[in-house]
């Protein structure tokens, strides 16, 4: 404990956008930068776990000190993060993409007097809830994010439930509020006791709140 509270556990730790091919040259993608989730990566490193990174496409450096693997689809995240069990506490920050494209093998030409192409959308996994499912590799410690733009802690707490994770880091990304690829945060964290507002700090101190609290958990008397 102290210096190194998480010595000996191993993280997952998911982060940034996805990347869902249209064809060979496009993409559809979101505005996740991944600082939130590289924040947390760093944090639990530093609090001595052995911490794997999952990250969509970034244009972050790797954080030192932790295993990171890039890639494109939520369907290669997911597939990482497997490849990345047993562990003991997974944190889902990712932006993933709810759907991906049914891929067109050659780029899509636009044809005279043709009408625009539709897109087919296929739904991804859900890799929080899939992680989260009752099996021997369940990490001990599933954490999932919730971003809403009305009504945090309701939706939040109900995310919860569905998606079967154990907390739920909770924040407003309505434009007014700032957080979407901004450098602070301000959340709602969700247990199964309940929610605790955090006050609005940078992404690297609320990172480091989360791994304190992420510590006192597996550090607590009644958790081996
Ligand atoms: O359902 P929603 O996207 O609001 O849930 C957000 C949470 O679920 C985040 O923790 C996100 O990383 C995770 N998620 C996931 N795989 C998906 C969709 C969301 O891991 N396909």
Redesign the pocket.
């Known amino acids: 404990e102290g210096e190194q509270p998480l010595a000996d556990r191993r993280a997952l730790v998911?982060a940034g956008p996805t990347h869902e091919p249209i064809d060979p040259v496009r993409y559809l993608a979101n505005r996740s930068s991944g600082t939130q989730g590289y924040a947390i990566a760093r944090a639990l490193a530093a609090a001595g776990a052995d911490v794997t990174l999952v990250s969509g496409p970034t244009t972050l450096p790797d954080p030192p000190g932790v295993h990171t693997l890039r890639v494109e689809t939520?369907r290669a995240m997911?597939a990482a993060c497997q490849q990345a069990l047993p562990c003991d506490i997974a944190v889902?920050?990712?932006?993933?993409?709810?759907w991906h494209v049914a891929e067109a093998p050659q780029k899509i030409k636009k044809a005279a007097g043709q009408p625009p192409p539709a897109l087919h959308l296929v739904p991804?996994?859900?890799?929080?809830?899939?992680?989260s499912q009752p099996a021997p590799t369940r990490p001990r410690l599933v954490?999932?994010?919730?971003?809403e733009t009305e009504h945090v802690v309701e939706h939040a707490t109900a995310?919860r439930l569905r998606?079967g994770?154990d907390w739920?880091v909770a924040n407003d990304v309505s434009p007014e509020s700032g957080i979407m690829g901004g450098a602070e945060n301000e959340i709602d964290l969700i247990d199964a006791t309940g929610c605790t507002h955090w006050p609005r700090l940078d992404k690297m101190q609320v990172a480091q709140r989360l791994v304190a609290r992420i510590a006192a958990f597996f550090n607590s008397p009644h958790v081996d």
């Open positions: 998911t939520a997911l889902c920050a990712a932006a993933v993409a709810d991804n996994p859900d890799i929080l809830a899939t992680l954490v999932g994010f919730a971003a995310k998606k994770c739920i």
